[in-house]
């Protein structure tokens, strides 16, 4: 089992996606937020453990980076915030579960398939204008 806190987030998601590439199941240790009987989300974070089919990585539109997989418990689609991973545990046990295929919605994520595809997105996310750009902005000035 490796412990993310003595790892970078980059060695984590290296090491997920090639989990994803080999379809090798994944037990991940995370924290969630807590939900109350009614299903509202109560602020409070709970660790679970999951063994998950990593079917797609995405960035979401701010910023965060989630790990989308089937769940092999329950046959569910998961998705984990990279951020809230504490443990993981690359197994040699191939896919099983039908995943659905990774597709994009206008505007909502963007569907990363590959490292290169992560960094090459990540640092074009440093360079974007952080609001729109029109011709008569006049604080453009470099």
């Not at 960035?59 to 418990?73: E, L, P, Q």
């Not at 443990?87 to 295929?101: K, N």
Request: aromatic share 4%; net charge positive; charged share 30%.
């Amino acid at each position: 089992m490796k412990h993310t806190d003595r790892q970078t987030l980059t060695q984590t998601l290296t090491d997920l996606y090639k989990a994803l590439d080999k379809q090798h199941v994944v037990t991940i240790s995370f924290l969630k937020e807590e939900k109350d009987d009614t299903g509202k989300k109560t602020g409070h974070l709970v660790e679970d453990v999951r063994s998950l089919e990593i079917y797609d990585v995405r960035t979401t539109r701010d910023g965060r980076i989630v790990i989308k997989g089937m769940d092999r418990a329950t046959g569910e689609a998961r998705t984990v915030r990279a951020d809230r991973v504490r443990a993981y545990t690359v197994h040699r046990i191939g896919f099983v579960l039908d995943r659905p295929e990774a597709t994009t919605p206008a505007g909502a994520v963007i569907v990363v398939r590959s490292p290169a595809q992560l960094i090459a997105r990540e640092l074009g996310r440093d360079y974007l204008p952080r609001t729109a750009v029109t011709r008569d902005t006049a604080t453009l000035a470099a």
